[in-house]
């Protein structure tokens, strides 16, 4: 069975500083593994995934996220928030099942983030 | 491209009623989820359609129902709508599978009163 575990429900970061978001799976298999943003009232927006290629995984609006499996982790960074980043962040895994495609999402309970001016 | 498009944006219920919620999935993606996004529950596939064929279901009950069509389209089917039906339904469609990414729609926020 596979879970994802959002380390934190709330980050609060200062415009202009680091951002990190935990996030611990746990799959059976070799999973794939996506970070998606929702701002309010919108569907999710997928910022990066993850599938057996690099480990540092290089994602849209300046975010990233490095692969770890000795640790089991997926956690997302961003350089310099920006008030624009305020948002939702879910962690989501996928395992793949012996048929190709055949996966589902399994989603992290969110991490809230606000940018403080 | 156009993205997903869900419809409708918003709908008010009454317990008891059916609900038929639609999803027209990006252009060329075959693999149509749906999810359920609640407050107390947080996100819950629902379940997955390729090729018009259910591939994977979630734990729900069975009034939660969905069937695809040819051109890829999905509609989501609940009935005998319960208070706790209320939620957000997201659809999301890709190529085939997880490898490919998945894009979801702005959902369909359904109040059950």
């Known amino acids: 069975a596979q879970s994802v575990t959002q380390l934190d429900s709330h980050v609060s970061v200062s415009e202009g500083t680091p951002v990190l978001l935990r996030c611990n799976y746990s799959s059976s298999y070799s999973p794939s593994l996506f970070w998606y943003v929702q701002h309010p009232n919108k569907g999710l927006q997928l910022l990066l995934k993850y599938t057996s290629a690099a480990t540092l995984v290089k994602g849209i609006n300046g975010f990233e996220a490095e692969f770890k499996k000795s640790e089991t982790s997926f956690h997302l960074t961003k350089p310099s928030a920006h008030m624009s980043d305020a948002a939702e962040y879910f962690c989501v895994v996928s395992d793949p099942t012996a048929n190709f495609g055949n996966e589902k999402l399994t989603f992290g309970t969110g991490t809230r983030l606000t940018i403080i001016p | 491209k156009a993205g997903v498009t869900q419809t409708p944006r918003y709908l008010i219920k009454t317990r008891g009623q059916q609900v038929t919620l639609s999803c027209s999935p990006i252009s060329g993606h075959r693999s149509v989820s749906w999810y359920q996004q609640t407050p107390g529950q947080g996100l819950q596939f629902l379940f997955e359609y390729f090729s018009e064929t259910q591939r994977n279901k979630g734990n729900f009950p069975g009034r939660f129902s969905g069937r695809q069509f040819s051109n890829s389209r999905s509609e989501m089917n609940v009935s005998t709508l319960e208070l706790g039906d209320s939620a957000l339904y997201l659809c999301?469609?890709?190529?085939?599978?997880?490898?490919?990414?998945?894009?979801f729609g702005s959902g369909t926020r359904l109040t059950v009163v």
């Open positions: 999301a469609s890709s190529l085939g599978g997880a490898v490919y990414g998945y894009t």
